[in-house]
């Protein structure tokens, strides 16, 4: 089979032009070149994925320098994988990889004739799904190359192995086999189930290093929608190999609510941060102590800022809830001070904590007039008044931020007034003036 005419209707121009010059490449190389893995699947579903691996029978590194020579990118090689990557100046990158020929793999094997070692590249593979290739040289462009009837799992919605050893050589795998089932709405076919199950059974997921598990799990916390996700990794013993501090069940509720409202948001104008995997993070830990969350942030090298997030989080949730929900007028000052507190990445979160109509109405006028009446005095005007760099920044700003909402400040004059009475009254430090040189 040819896919060539989904590859037009799918891919974008910038990608087919990279597939069609790879493929020019390979053949004044003597080379035969494929692309490989998730773009194929995604292709054959119609979905875009602008995500190219491509597998070279020939010398890898080699095809990636002279293809760069024509569509431009700096390579990065690894002599010792044989693999290179084209670097493009926006960040984008192609993946570049030698397929070898293994033969040692089948050592009882009959008159094994030539097996081609585009082949046990794949074999190598996770899924059934993930392991197509389609050819590129230009006499062979678009042929589906399928030794693992991939195409046909694809149909009947079949997420499955290659072999029975996979989850034990890689047991990243059973996250994948979840994301991917969930995701493409398949199911993981019953041979593989068992083979999860032997495997989850026998700890494999214990001697996985946390940065490992961490990837898999942000991926899955990054997905469209995560939640059934978390439900079957639940359903198959895995969540308590990610959290074993936090029971499932406590949490899923808010977690299964967490879609709707974050549509809810995106309609009120709130953007969806850079960590896209933090606000389901926050869902997970809402409910935990201080000591278990921190815990649970340096167990996957969360940085400084993502860890103050949440430990801020679980500081300050219950008190903006109260607030919200208070009867009697509250000043809009009052109300902004509470949901302050939270991090952006904590909204959607908040929203399904929120249980009547008056306290969702008040969190809708809240993020709003916060969002219209951003002050214009910033840290830097701070700075060149000569105070500090230190957390009394944020809570000056903040103080400007609520005169604002409370109309007592208007003009930017009367905003840098009100922070440098703000920092005074409150002993902010200043920067000590250095000391004239040459003096000790
Ligand atoms: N792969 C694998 N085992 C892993 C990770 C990756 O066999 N543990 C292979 C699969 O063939 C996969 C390819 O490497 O298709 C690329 O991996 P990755 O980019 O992580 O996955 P995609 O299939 O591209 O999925 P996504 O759409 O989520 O990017």
């Not at 995604?42 to 095809?63: A, F, P, Q, S, Y």
Request: aromatic content about 10%; some cysteine; overall charge neutral.
């Amino acid at each position: 089979t040819n896919i060539r005419p989904d590859m037009h209707r799918v891919l974008p121009q910038r990608i087919l032009n990279i597939l069609t010059r790879a493929g020019e490449t390979a053949r004044s190389m003597g080379y035969q070149v494929y692309a490989v893995g998730g773009l194929v699947r995604d292709v054959l579903l119609k979905v875009e994925n602008l995500d190219v691996d491509l597998v070279v029978e020939g010398k890898g590194i080699e095809l990636a320098h002279k293809l760069a020579e024509t569509i431009g990118g700096r390579v990065r090689a690894h002599e010792k994988f044989g693999t290179a990557e084209i670097v493009f100046q926006d960040g984008y990158w192609v993946d570049v990889v030698t397929a070898r020929v293994e033969y040692y793999e089948y050592p009882a094997a009959l008159p094994q004739v030539e097996q081609s070692s585009l082949k046990h590249d794949l074999y190598r593979r996770d899924f059934t799904i993930n392991a197509m290739a389609v050819a590129l040289n230009p006499e062979r462009f678009g042929e589906l190359v399928d030794y693992f009837n991939g195409r046909e799992d694809l149909q009947i919605g079949a997420v499955r192995v290659l072999h029975n050893l996979s989850f034990i050589e890689d047991p990243t795998r059973i996250l994948r086999a979840i994301r991917f089932e969930q995701r493409y709405d398949m199911a993981i076919e019953p041979q593989t189930l068992r083979l999860i199950k032997e495997a989850v059974r026998e700890k494999v997921l214990a001697r996985l290093s946390t940065e490992r598990m961490w990837g898999e799990l942000k991926s899955i916390l990054e997905e469209a929608d995560p939640e059934d996700m978390m439900d079957r990794m639940s359903e198959l013993g895995v969540w308590d190999y990610l959290f074993p501090e936090i029971t499932f069940w406590e949490v899923q509720p808010v977690i299964s609510e967490m879609p709707q409202a974050l549509m809810i948001l995106r309609n009120w104008g709130w953007a969806e941060p850079a960590e896209r995997w933090l606000p389901y993070f926050l869902a997970i830990l809402h409910w935990t102590t201080q000591e278990t969350a921190f815990e649970i942030c340096q167990r996957y090298f969360l940085g400084r800022r993502q860890t103050d997030k949440v430990l801020d989080v679980i500081a300050h949730w219950r008190r903006a809830l109260k607030s919200l929900s208070a009867t009697g007028d509250v000043p809009l000052s009052e109300l902004t001070k509470s949901v302050q507190t939270l991090p952006r990445e904590a909204y959607p979160l908040f929203l399904t904590l929120l249980e009547d109509k008056n306290a969702i109405r008040r969190f809708r006028l809240v993020m709003e007039s916060v969002h219209k009446n951003k002050p214009s005095v910033n840290g830097k005007d701070i700075r060149a008044m000569g105070f500090q760099p230190g957390p009394m920044y944020r809570r000056a700003l903040d103080a400007v931020w609520r005169a604002r909402l409370d109309g007592l400040v208007q003009t930017r004059e009367e905003e840098l007034e009100y922070a440098r009475n703000y920092l005074i009254q409150h002993n902010a430090p200043k920067i000590e003036p250095k000391k004239p040189k040459g003096n000790n």
